[in-house]
T-cell receptor
Framework: EDKVVQSPLSLVVHEGDTVTLNCSYE??????LLWYKQEKKAPTFLFML??SGIEKKSGRLSSILDKKELFSILNITATQTGDSAVYLC????????????WGAGTKLIIKP | NAGVMQNPRHLVRRRGQEARLRCSPM?????VYWYRQLPEEGLKFMVY????????ESGMPKERFSAEFPKEGPSILRIQQVVRGDSAAYFC??????????FGQGTRLTVV
């Protein structure tokens, strides 16, 4: 059965800390891995990763994919209270024509 | 406790036909969100509904698209007179009030 597992489920840190969020997967016919930041109602797309070892970076956020070990990490440096959100990982793949298998999310809380 | 259920998983329609996508929220969830994901793009918010009410439809195209969440039964996203550009994956998410949303696995709509 295809699955995506995120860890930790929740994380509380102080402003300025660096955090690393994990996403491991077992998905047939892997095509890509996506990270989203979910605030209120609309998830914000962060990264799409398709190739191993190539870091994608956007400001204080970065992410990398390891297709051999079947995981991805999302790093956030110098965290701010505005980074508080649920971070979702999803993998495109599976046994049908198109499928997104979602992780449960990591709830990140940044304390001032 | 079943998760968010979407059906069908894959729907093929000819141009000009109608597409109906169904979303059964998780038990106890009264808020439903619909998103569309175009190839190689992130999720795009379409509409946010509570039971029998449309709260925010700012992401919904003004024509041919409609959504409902009746008192009984699943939420329905309806697309009339489909065109090729409607081909996409449509995701539904549900939540309780002010809590994180859980996503279904999506419906892949292909317009031929």
């Amino acid at each position: 059965e295809d699955k995506v597992v995120q860890s930790p489920l929740s994380l509380v840190v102080h402003e300025g800390d660096t955090v690393t969020l994990n996403c491991s997967y077992e998905v047939t016919n892997f095509r890509s891995l996506l990270w989203y930041k979910q605030e209120k109602k609309a998830p914000t797309f962060l990264f799409m990763l398709t190739s191993s070892g190539i870091e994608k970076k956007s400001g204080r956020l970065s992410s990398i994919l390891d297709k051999k070990e079947l995981f991805s990490i999302l790093n956030i440096t110098a965290t701010q209270t505005g980074d508080s959100a649920v971070y979702l990982c999803a993998v495109e793949g599976g046994d049908s024509n198109y499928q997104l298998i979602w992780g449960a999310g990591t709830k990140l809380i940044i304390k001032p | 406790n079943a998760g968010v259920m979407q059906n069908p998983r894959h729907l093929v329609r000819r141009r000009g036909q109608e597409a109906r996508l169904r979303c059964s929220p998780m038990k106890g969830h009264s808020h439903v969100y619909w998103y569309r994901q175009l190839p190689e793009e992130g999720l795009k918010f379409m509409v946010y509904l509570q039971k029998e009410n449309i709260i925010d439809e700012s992401g919904m195209p003004k024509e041919r698209f409609s959504a409902e969440f009746p008192k009984e039964g699943p939420s329905i996203l309806r697309i009339q007179q489909v065109v090729r550009g409607d081909s996409a994956a449509y995701f539904c998410a549900s939540s309780k009030l002010n809590t994180e949303a859980f996503f279904g696995q999506g419906t892949r709509l292909t317009v031929v």
